[in-house]
């Protein structure tokens, strides 16, 4: 059970889009569509932005969505703002009942 | 509105063990599973472990096998972290949070736990 494997920084201007990839196993993220995504800024708990690789969450920006190739998912913001400035991580179901985080991404708004 | 509230912060001597509570309201406690993260302080989320609150089916990361144990009360929609053998490496902040729609939808707000001679 290692930490699925997230790019430690990506950054954007404001208006950009950004992709955050999420690196797992044929064991994880490769054989199951239950991959979700979190946001937290510092200090804070974090908070549901994705769910099933590509679902939002009711009251979830449609700026947020996800994809999944094989064993990578991703999550795209589009029209990037600086409220977006967090840290970001996925986590993907890993049978058994036993689920598995990303490393995380910090995301900065230039 | 779902709120799960965690019990405050803990400092204890490396051995020791700490039981922390997630108290669920707003919802059917039983009809959600409930899992736990915890995050060292500048460090990345990691999952612990979870639990199933109507059979009280518990299951783990191969890492906290044997050192951590899930428990729950339903009568008062309360869920249960205790971690033994206590490590200066368990410092770290603990949050429970509510598994809705395959993933966590409403969390805790943490709890920090200190583990210092």
């Known amino acids: 059970q290692s930490a699925l494997t997230q790019p430690a920084s990506v950054s954007g201007s404001p208006g950009q889009s950004i992709t955050i990839s999420c690196t797992g196993t044929g064991t994880d993220v490769g054989s199951y569509n239950l991959v979700s995504w979190y946001q937290q800024h510092p200090g804070k708990a974090p908070k549901f932005l994705i769910y099933e690789v590509s679902k939002r969450p009711s009251g979830v920006s449609n700026r947020f969505s996800g994809s999944k190739s094989g064993n990578t998912a991703s999550l795209t913001i589009s029209g990037l703002q600086a409220e977006d400035e967090a840290d970001y991580y996925c986590c993907s179901y890993a049978g058994t009942d036993v689920y598995v985080f990303g490393t995380g991404t910090e995301v900065t708004v230039l | 509105q779902v709120q799960l509230v965690q019990s405050g912060a803990e400092v204890k001597k490396p051995g020791a063990s700490v039981k922390v509570s997630c108290k669920a309201s707003g919802y059917t406690f039983t009809n959600y599973d409930i899992n736990w993260v915890r995050q060292a302080a500048g460090q990345g989320l990691e999952w612990m472990g979870g639990m199933n609150p109507p059979s009280g089916k518990t299951a783990y990361a191969q890492k906290f096998q044997g050192r951590v144990a899930i428990t729950r009360n339903t009568s008062t929609s309360t869920a249960y972290m205790e971690v033994t053998s206590l490590r200066s490496e368990d410092t770290a902040v603990y949050y429970c949070?509510?598994?809705?729609?395959?993933?966590?939808?409403?969390w805790g707000q943490g709890t920090l736990v200190t583990v210092s001679s």
């Open positions: 949070g509510r598994v809705g729609a395959t993933g966590l939808d409403y």
